[in-house]
Each structure stands twice: as structure tokens, then as C-alpha cells.
């Protein structure tokens, strides 16, 4: 048994000391459990601000309807970016580590201040902020605090939410076959922490909040945030690390500067003439180098050795210049990127088509029978099917379609994540089919007549599940399938870069859905005509908005079919483990990266 404790892991981590990881110690479900609560914990408390946030901003600030809305879209954009911030400081100085300590303290605060500003000062006259009672006006010095607490919810959540997911991924050794099946169910298992935690955010602090219960729906979040940080600090004696590479900017700027610099130098075939560190020096580092591909040629130039890539002064050779000669694993990181941006950008619609669920959806659903009995079905309350979706079909994936096709294939795993984005994206369309559907049903039994009607269709809202059920499916396939693909695709320097491409497509998906609506407006509006989505339904034609989603992803579709076959994908040299004991059999095991 001590003897087993002793083999350290062969993907390079370290433990908190900076010593390589020894496996029976560090990492595995141990910690990946505790992440996963971490998880759910954390989207629990920033859902239950976010959720609410635009009926906050009418009932409590007294904001119309539109700027709301609009306040809300900046908040969230904001979100995102700051994604990029926590990812480029994790990539390059402070480790993931530190970087969701340092982030999830952030989001702390913001919540305490959101509360007590809430409690102390806007909740004024006691009572308000429900349906029936609006708050009083407000000091600028109250507005100001408020905006000050949610802003830091947002960088505080944007920071640590890319980092998270690859902190937990980085718990498992790929290069072990046992822990590598581990680190693909991760992924998994962390977008359903992810959707469990809204879930009771969406429904039951939902509910609270929009009985006027405010502050105790706040301090509800912060209470699941402070548990958050707990959790995830109780986890470091056994969290295994990979250290920072540096600034991934400079590294990508001296490639495109050393390249251009020998433009007239002539490539000749074959790799001899390409520089790399030797093995030593890459181990010294932590690093595993990138086998060279033929793609982007051009970038290679930056590799070649010259006579003057090296500094001189008299007859002494000093050091080489990084902004004349750079590694091949140097040039093929720009390479790797490059590479990702066609995927990722047939990501976004597919984000377009997720961004109805809160938008649309919620608009065609409170058109339509929302009674049964004497109880009122509330419209956005219908996103639980999708959750309950996630969770459903997670766990047939895992544990019925992915054996069943590995089989088949005589492979270790069945799909493979690009596979499994492509069918993410057919199962969206059938979605947005679906949702045309239905509206083409419900426009049938509309009041056309009764603008103003509670209920403008006949046509009861459970109709609307089918569509859920599929946007729930398309998500496993296409998100979790992004989650691992972007990990396994990024280099070992950029790992969270990849995380915050998942949110960064998100983010576009909205800011496009939004442009897509105004245009569609914008065109479809006539003097006789009040476009396809009118304020009341029953007089437009969401139904033909829904059909062009379908069809505009059924054209991103093709192209991401041609651009994923075109997709090489990245390879790792073999890295001789920490463990020095290992025998020469787990070398060769680890001598390929598995993807």
C-alpha cells in the first residue's frame, strides 16, 4: 500500500509545497467531489441575484422595464469579460488555485454588500419590492453602494467560473487510463452541479424574491457563497496544481514577430531544422511538448535557426532571442488556437438557439394556458424541465450511450467531443422546430381579439416541455462536449483560456440573439404589420423566428461539419514522469496524449 503511495502522476502536477504529486495522495474524486459542491454552491448564490435581478432593478429601484433589461445585459456581458481576466491571471501568475480563492473571496464581499445595502437601505418602506408595493426613491450614495456590491458579485463570479472547471479537470491524471476515464466524467458531472444549483436558485429563492422577500433571498446567497469558499478551502492539503507558464500574449507575439521577421527564409522539409529545448529542460519546466503539424506553415519560420538568433558580443554566444527563435511546442501553441477559433465560433449560434430558453420561450409560454386548477404555472418556471433534462440525459450518456458505442467501435470511449458537439447542434434544430411548432399550434387557438388577455391561447404551456426536453439534451452534447474539447485541445498553458472560450460563446450567443431580433424587427415591420414579435404574440409570427433559428443553425451546422473534419488535433511528446521509479512501460504509456 505505501508502496502505491509513493507513484507520483505522470501529467506533471504538483502539490502545495510545489513537489511533484504523489497519486494516492492528492487529487481524484476526493477533491473533485468537493469542487463539484463547491459548484453547485456557488451558481446556487449568483443565480439567485442574476435570476431576479431585472424585476430588483423595476420594483426596488424603480427602473422601467427597458432600462432594466438593459442594465442587466451589461451586467452580464461584464460577467464574461471579467471571465478572460481570471483566466489570463490563472494562465500566467497566480495558478488556478489561487486564482478561485482569490475570486470567490471577491464574490463573498459582493454578496455581504449586496445584502446589507438591500436590507439597510433600499428595502425602504418596510414591505416593498413585491408585485403590488414599489420601493421609494433613493440616495445617489445607495445607488452607488449597490452597484458597487453586484459589479463585484460579477467580477468575483466571472473570475473564478472559467478557472473551476479546469481546476477540478486538473484533479485527474489523463495519463493514467483509469483517472483519464475519471477526468472526461468530471466534466460532466460538473455542468450538472452547475444546473442543480440554479435550479433550486430558479424555483425556490426565485419564489421568495418575487414575493418581495429580498434580503432574505440575498443572504440566502451569500450564506451558499461563504459555504462555497469553506468547502473549497477544506480541499487544499490534497489538490494537486500546474504551475503558470507566463504571459501567453508574449509567447504568441514572439512567435508572429519572429515569423515575420524571416519571411524570406526558406522552409525545407522535415523537422531537423526546427528548434525545441531537449527533454531535460522541458521537464525542469513542466511542460509537454507539442509535436509539430503542417499546418500554418508560415509560423514555422519562427523556428528555424538562423545565424542570427542567438546574441553575440565579440567571439561569445549568448542566450537566444525569443523574439527571433522560438520552440516548435512555442509556434505550435499559436497553431492550437487558431485551430480552436473556426469550432468555437460555430459555437455561438448554438448559444443563440440556448439564449431562447430565457427569452422567448419565457414570452411564448405566457401566452398560453398557464392554469391548472387554481394554481398558476409561472412561464420562466418551465426551465426546470430543461434541468431536469441535463440531469437525465448526463447520466443515460455516461452510463448507456457512451459504453454501448465504445463497444461498438472497439474504442475506450465512444464519441468523440467534436462527434458529440455536432449532435449538440442537430438536437438544437430540432428544438427550434419544435418551438415553431408549438407556436404555430397556439397561434391557432389565440384571442386575436384580446390584446390584453392573462391567458392569449387556449393551448396549455406543457406543450412548451418537448422543446425544453431538447434544449436540455442539445446542452450534454454541445456544452459538456465544449467543456472537455476546449481542456483537451488547449495547451498546458492556456488550459483556462479554453474554459473562458465556453463562457466568451455564451456571451456572443446573446449579444447575437439580441442583434438577430432587432434586425428581424426591423425588416418585418410594416405600417399594416406589427413585425413577428410584437408585444402581443397573437398578432406576430414567433413561429417564423423560431423556423430561421433552425435554419441558420442547420447552416452552421454544415459549416462545422467541414471545419471539424478539417481539425488536427493537438499531439504531446512523451514527458518522463516525476516518478523515477516508473518503470519503462509507464513511460511508454504516457509517451502519447490521448484525445
Given at each position: 500500500?505505501?508502496?502505491?503511495?509513493?507513484?507520483?502522476?505522470?501529467?506533471?502536477?504538483?502539490?502545495?509545497?510545489?513537489?511533484?504529486?504523489?497519486?494516492?495522495?492528492?487529487?481524484?474524486?476526493?477533491?473533485?467531489?468537493?469542487?463539484?459542491?463547491?459548484?453547485?454552491?456557488?451558481?446556487?448564490?449568483?443565480?439567485?441575484?442574476?435570476?431576479?435581478?431585472?424585476?430588483?432593478?423595476?420594483?426596488?429601484?424603480?427602473?422601467?422595464?427597458?432600462?432594466?433589461?438593459?442594465?442587466?445585459?451589461?451586467?452580464?456581458?461584464?460577467?464574461?469579460?471579467?471571465?478572460?481576466?481570471?483566466?489570463?491571471?490563472?494562465?500566467?501568475?497566480?495558478?488556478?488555485?489561487?486564482?478561485?480563492?482569490?475570486?470567490?473571496?471577491?464574490?463573498?464581499?459582493?454578496?455581504?454588500?449586496?445584502?446589507?445595502?438591500?436590507?439597510?437601505?433600499?428595502?425602504?418602506?418596510?414591505?416593498?419590492?413585491?408585485?403590488?408595493?414599489?420601493?421609494?426613491?433613493?440616495?445617489?450614495?445607495?445607488?452607488?453602494?449597490?452597484?458597487?456590491?453586484?459589479?463585484?458579485?460579477?467580477?468575483?463570479?466571472?473570475?473564478?467560473?472559467?478557472?473551476?472547471?479546469?481546476?477540478?479537470?486538473?484533479?485527474?491524471?489523463?495519463?493514467?487510463?483509469?483517472?483519464?476515464?475519471?477526468?472526461?466524467?468530471?466534466?460532466?458531472?460538473?455542468?450538472?452541479?452547475?444546473?442543480?444549483?440554479?435550479?433550486?436558485?430558479?424555483?425556490?429563492?426565485?419564489?421568495?424574491?418575487?414575493?418581495?422577500?429580498?434580503?432574505?433571498?440575498?443572504?440566502?446567497?451569500?450564506?451558499?457563497?461563504?459555504?462555497?469558499?469553506?468547502?473549497?478551502?477544506?480541499?487544499?492539503?490534497?489538490?494537486?496544481?500546474?504551475?503558470?507558464?507566463?504571459?501567453?500574449?508574449?509567447?504568441?507575439?514572439?512567435?508572429?514577430?519572429?515569423?515575420?521577421?524571416?519571411?524570406?527564409?526558406?522552409?525545407?522539409?522535415?523537422?531537423?531544422?526546427?528548434?525545441?529545448?531537449?527533454?531535460?529542460?522541458?521537464?525542469?519546466?513542466?511542460?509537454?511538448?507539442?509535436?509539430?503539424?503542417?499546418?500554418?506553415?508560415?509560423?514555422?519560420?519562427?523556428?528555424?535557426?538562423?545565424?542570427?538568433?542567438?546574441?553575440?558580443?565579440?567571439?561569445?554566444?549568448?542566450?537566444?532571442?525569443?523574439?527571433?527563435?522560438?520552440?516548435?511546442?512555442?509556434?505550435?501553441?499559436?497553431?492550437?488556437?487558431?485551430?480552436?477559433?473556426p469550432i468555437w465560433l460555430c459555437t455561438i449560434l448554438f448559444s443563440v438557439v440556448f439564449?431562447?430558453?430565457?427569452?422567448?420561450?419565457?414570452?411564448?409560454?405566457?401566452?398560453?394556458?398557464?392554469?391548472?386548477?387554481?394554481?398558476?404555472?409561472?412561464?420562466?418556471?418551465?426551465?426546470?424541465?430543461?434541468?431536469?433534462?441535463?440531469?437525465?440525459?448526463?447520466?443515460?450518456?455516461?452510463?448507456?450511450?457512451?459504453?454501448?458505442?465504445?463497444?461498438?467501435?472497439?474504442?475506450?470511449?465512444?464519441?468523440?467531443?467534436?462527434?458529440?458537439?455536432?449532435?449538440?447542434?442537430?438536437?438544437?434544430?430540432?428544438?427550434?422546430?419544435?418551438?415553431?411548432?408549438?407556436?404555430?399550434?397556439?397561434?391557432?387557438?389565440?384571442?386575436?381579439?384580446?390584446?390584453?388577455?392573462?391567458?392569449?391561447?387556449?393551448?396549455?404551456?406543457?406543450?412548451?416541455?418537448?422543446?425544453?426536453?431538447?434544449?436540455?439534451?442539445?446542452?450534454?452534447?454541445?456544452?459538456?462536449?465544449?467543456?472537455?474539447?476546449?481542456?483537451?485541445?488547449?495547451?498546458?498553458?492556456?488550459?483556462?483560456?479554453?474554459?473562458?472560450?465556453?463562457?466568451?460563446?455564451?456571451?456572443?450567443?446573446?449579444?447575437?440573439?439580441?442583434?438577430?431580433?432587432?434586425?428581424?424587427?426591423?425588416?418585418?415591420?410594416?405600417?399594416?404589420?406589427?413585425?413577428?414579435?410584437?408585444?402581443?404574440?397573437?398578432?406576430?409570427?414567433?413561429?417564423?423566428?423560431?423556423?430561421?433559428?433552425?435554419?441558420?443553425?442547420?447552416?452552421?451546422?454544415?459549416?462545422?461539419?467541414?471545419?471539424?473534419?478539417?481539425?488536427?488535433?493537438?499531439?504531446?511528446?512523451?514527458?518522463?514522469?516525476?516518478?523515477?521509479?516508473?518503470?519503462?512501460?509507464?513511460?511508454?504509456?504516457?509517451?502519447?496524449?490521448?484525445?
Amino acid at each position: 500500500m505505501e508502496m502505491n503511495e509513493e507513484v507520483y502522476t505522470l501529467d506533471g502536477t504538483v502539490d502545495r509545497h510545489g513537489q511533484p504529486a504523489i497519486r494516492g495522495r492528492t487529487g481524484t474524486w476526493v477533491s473533485g467531489i468537493l469542487l463539484l459542491v463547491n459548484q453547485g454552491l456557488a451558481t446556487l448564490a449568483f443565480f439567485g441575484v442574476g435570476v431576479n435581478l431585472v424585476l430588483f432593478l423595476t420594483r426596488v429601484l424603480g427602473q422601467d422595464s427597458a432600462a432594466a433589461a438593459n442594465s442587466v445585459s451589461k451586467w452580464t456581458g461584464t460577467v464574461y469579460i471579467f471571465s478572460l481576466l481570471g483566466a489570463f491571471l490563472s494562465d500566467s501568475y497566480w495558478g488556478r488555485y489561487k486564482t478561485c480563492a482569490i475570486f470567490q473571496a471577491v464574490f463573498v464581499v459582493g454578496l455581504v454588500l449586496l445584502s446589507i445595502s438591500t436590507t439597510l437601505f433600499l428595502l425602504k418602506p418596510s414591505g416593498c419590492g413585491d408585485e403590488e408595493t414599489p420601493c421609494g426613491s433613493h440616495s445617489t450614495f445607495h445607488i452607488v453602494f449597490f452597484y458597487l456590491a453586484i459589479y463585484l458579485v460579477a467580477l468575483g463570479n466571472g473570475g473564478y467560473q472559467p478557472n473551476i472547471a479546469t481546476f477540478g479537470a486538473d484533479q485527474f491524471d489523463e495519463e493514467d487510463p483509469k483517472e483519464g476515464h475519471s477526468k472526461i466524467a468530471f466534466f460532466s458531472y460538473f455542468y450538472l452541479a452547475l444546473n442543480l444549483g440554479s435550479l433550486f436558485s430558479n424555483t425556490i429563492l426565485g419564489y421568495f424574491e418575487d414575493q418581495g422577500m429580498w434580503a432574505l433571498g440575498f443572504w440566502a446567497s451569500t450564506s451558499s457563497a461563504v459555504g462555497a469558499l469553506v468547502l473549497f478551502l477544506i480541499g487544499t492539503p490534497r489538490y494537486r496544481h500546474f504551475e503558470p507558464k507566463g504571459n501567453p500574449l508574449s509567447r504568441f507575439c514572439q512567435v508572429l514577430v519572429a515569423s515575420t521577421r524571416k519571411w524570406k527564409v526558406e522552409r525545407t522539409q522535415g523537422e531537423e531544422n526546427l528548434f525545441e529545448v531537449d527533454n531535460k529542460e522541458s521537464a525542469l519546466n513542466g511542460d509537454r511538448k507539442i509535436l509539430h503539424t503542417d499546418s500554418f506553415r508560415f509560423l514555422d519560420k519562427a523556428a528555424i535557426i538562423t545565424p542570427k538568433d542567438y546574441a553575440k558580443q565579440g567571439k561569445k554566444i549568448y542566450g537566444r532571442n525569443p523574439w527571433r527563435l522560438c520552440t516548435v511546442t512555442q509556434v505550435e501553441e499559436v497553431k492550437c488556437i487558431l485551430r480552436l477559433l473556426p469550432i468555437w465560433l460555430c459555437t455561438i449560434l448554438f448559444s443563440v438557439v440556448f439564449t431562447q430558453m430565457a427569452s422567448l420561450f419565457v414570452e411564448q409560454g405566457a401566452a398560453m394556458k398557464t392554469k391548472i386548477s387554481n394554481f398558476n404555472i409561472p412561464a420562466a418556471g418551465m426551465s426546470s424541465f430543461d434541468i431536469l433534462s441535463v440531469a437525465a440525459f448526463i447520466f443515460l450518456y455516461r452510463l448507456v450511450l457512451d459504453p454501448v458505442i465504445a463497444r461498438i467501435k472497439s474504442k475506450p470511449k465512444g464519441l468523440t467531443e467534436l462527434q458529440r458537439m455536432g449532435i449538440g447542434l442537430f438536437i438544437a434544430i430540432l428544438a427550434m422546430v419544435a418551438a415553431g411548432v408549438v407556436e404555430v399550434l397556439r397561434l391557432k387557438d389565440a384571442k386575436k381579439d384580446c390584446p390584453n388577455c392573462v391567458n392569449a391561447s387556449s393551448l396549455s404551456i406543457f406543450w412548451q416541455v418537448p422543446q425544453y426536453m431538447l434544449i436540455g439534451a442539445s446542452e450534454v452534447f454541445m456544452y459538456v462536449g465544449q467543456l472537455e474539447f476546449f481542456n483537451g485541445q488547449a495547451p498546458d498553458g492556456l488550459k483556462s483560456f479554453g474554459s473562458a472560450l465556453c463562457m466568451t460563446s455564451i456571451s456572443l450567443g446573446n449579444y447575437v440573439s439580441s442583434l438577430l431580433v432587432s434586425i428581424v424587427m426591423r425588416i418585418s415591420t410594416r405600417d399594416d404589420m406589427p413585425g413577428w414579435i410584437p408585444g402581443n404574440l397573437n398578432k406576430g409570427h414567433l413561429d417564423r423566428f423560431f423556423f430561421m433559428l433552425a435554419a441558420l443553425t442547420t447552416a452552421d451546422l454544415v459549416v462545422y461539419i467541414i471545419c471539424a473534419k478539417w481539425y488536427k488535433y493537438i499531439k504531446f511528446e512523451g514527458r518522463k514522469g516525476a516518478d523515477d521509479n516508473s518503470d519503462d512501460g509507464q513511460a511508454e504509456a504516457a509517451a502519447e496524449h490521448r484525445v
